[in-house]
T-cell receptor
Framework: DQQVKQNSPSLSVQEGRISILNCDYT??????FLWYKKYPAEGPTFLIS?????DKNEDGRFTVFLNKSAKHLSLHIVPSQPGDSAVYFC?????????????FGRGTQLTVWP | NAGVMQNPRHLVRRRGQEARLRCSPM?????VYWYRQLPEEGLKFMVY????????ESGMPKERFSAEFPKEGPSILRIQQVVRGDSAAYFC?????????????FGDGTRLSIL
């Protein structure tokens, strides 16, 4: 029973272009959403987050968009750089819970080519 | 190094042996989470601990797995009588509070291989 889905296992983008990574969730209780980036043989690194009271959060080249009615979020990276090549995980949480667990998608492998 | 520290980075065990994975949270963090990542999968929650307390172990297999976070020292994830299916990357994360409105910070994981 997967509560968080990243339907694209891979994405290939040319340097300088926009990368758009997508994520869908099933449970309307989730109200805090995060993106993590992971390089091989390393742990996930926090990238950006958004709470359900907002529909957009921007940090430099990274922007996360949230569509609550569609239970969908996306991460936009612009312009994409070769160093952005990594696996990107979407994670969600229920802020009302004190248990703090995160639910992760399976990840999308982003490759940015020169 | 103020990050989450996990050791060992790689651990090889034979079937039936015990595996012990250690995690030291970031300085000032008293909440620790363990996740497991199987090949081609996302991270799956296993257990959430505070100092000397297990808060949520609903993601832990019922047998052979245990976790602790003593008053002094690192958090330990113990797997007894390991089987091939235990081969995975095990990640520890920490946060300053148990609330979900703050990101968790991850260590680089322990890659467990069962021969």
């Amino acid at each position: 029973d997967q509560q968080v889905k990243q339907n694209s296992p891979s994405l290939s983008v040319q340097e300088g272009r926009i990368s758009i990574l997508n994520c869908d969730y099933t449970n309307s209780m989730f109200d805090y959403f995060l993106w993590y980036k992971k390089y091989p043989a390393e742990g996930p690194t926090f990238l950006i987050s958004i709470s359900s009271i907002k529909d957009k959060n921007e940090d430099g080249r990274f922007t996360v968009f949230l569509n609550k009615s569609a239970k969908h979020l996306s991460l936009h990276i612009v312009p994409s750089q070769p160093g952005d090549s990594a696996v990107y995980f979407c994670a969600v949480a229920d802020r009302g819970s004190t248990l703090g667990r995160l639910y992760f998608g399976r990840g999308t492998q982003l490759t940015v080519w020169p | 190094n103020a990050g989450v520290m996990q050791n060992p980075r790689h651990l090889v065990r034979r079937r039936g042996q015990e595996a012990r994975l250690r995690c030291s949270p970031m300085k000032g963090h008293s909440h620790v989470y363990w996740y497991r990542q199987l090949p081609e999968e996302g991270l799956k929650f296993m257990v959430y601990l505070q100092k000397e307390n297990i808060i949520d172990e609903s993601g832990m297999p019922k047998e052979r797995f245990s976790a602790e976070f003593p008053k002094e020292g690192p958090s330990i994830l113990r797997i007894q009588q390991v089987v091939r299916g235990d081969s995975a990357a095990y990640f520890c994360a920490s946060s300053p509070t148990g609330y979900s409105n703050q990101p968790q910070h991850f260590g680089d994981g322990t890659r467990l291989s069962i021969l």
